[in-house]
């Protein structure tokens, strides 16, 4: 069985500019999650679609950040204009459930450096 | 506001012996947790959960005690072997409202040989 699928693994960009990452879940999953982990810190929610539908983003920056899941299949998250605070992991999960019951599968992350 | 602490950033173990990680949650409305393993350039991976109708649950080497009156939760695993040595993550959800799922800022094992 496939993993999740991420894309760019790494990304330096200067602040003010924009960035795309994307993700492929795991076929099936309708659950889909976007976290954003700082160094030294664990992930924090961003975003959890349950098929292309947005279940929660109360901690999305949304002057900056958006993201959609299209067909309810791969997602990207874009962040634009980037600050020096974006700097952190993006990890991308999915799970078969939309209850928070489960496990999730993490992808390996797209590592961001805004300079 | 942090809801899962993982106060020791950091634990060196020797091989064949007990690693013990805890965990601590503010929420009482937390009743699902789970720990993850995270190794360097990797993404999280799914390690052992418990519900909190459960006080233990055990997986091979990898045993979850909860304690919900402490709300504490921990890890042990025995024996360590150097393979084990990663980040490990505790999270945790209130089901019961379909919350989503909040983590710890981990703790760093090692497994010296």
């Known amino acids: 069985e496939a993993g999740v699928a991420q894309s760019p693994r790494y990304k330096i960009i200067e602040k003010r500019q924009s960035v795309a990452f994307w993700c492929n879940p795991i076929s099936g999953h309708a659950t889909l999650y976007w976290y954003q982990q700082i160094l030294g810190q664990g992930p924090k929610l961003l975003i959890q679609?349950?098929?292309?539908?947005?279940?929660?983003d109360s901690q999305l920056p949304k002057d900056r950040f958006s993201a959609e899941r299209l067909k309810g299949v791969d997602s990207t998250l874009k962040i634009q204009p980037a600050k020096l605070e974006d700097s952190a992991v993006y990890l991308c999960?999915?799970?078969?459930?939309?209850?928070?019951?489960?496990?999730?599968?993490f992808g390996e992350g797209s590592r961001l450096t805004v300079l | 506001d942090q809801q899962v602490k993982q106060n020791s950033p950091s634990l060196s173990v020797q091989e064949g012996r007990i690693s013990i990680l805890n965990c601590d949650y503010t929420?009482?409305?937390?009743?699902?947790f789970l720990w993850y393993k995270k190794y360097p350039a990797e993404g999280p991976t799914f390690l052992i959960s418990?519900?909190?109708?459960?006080d233990k649950n055990e997986d091979g080497r990898f045993t979850v005690f909860l304690n919900k009156s402490a709300k504490h939760l921990s890890l042990h695993i025995v024996p360590s072997q150097p393979g084990d040595s990663a980040v490990y993550f505790c999270a945790a959800s209130a089901q019961r409202t379909g919350n989503q799922f909040y983590f710890g800022t981990g703790t760093s094992l090692t497994v010296i040989p």
């Open positions: 999960a999915s799970s078969l459930s939309r209850g928070n019951t489960g496990e999730l599968f």
């Open positions: 679609f349950q098929n292309n539908g947005v279940v929660d």
């Open positions: 418990i519900s909190s109708i459960k």
């Open positions: 929420n009482s409305m937390f009743d699902y």
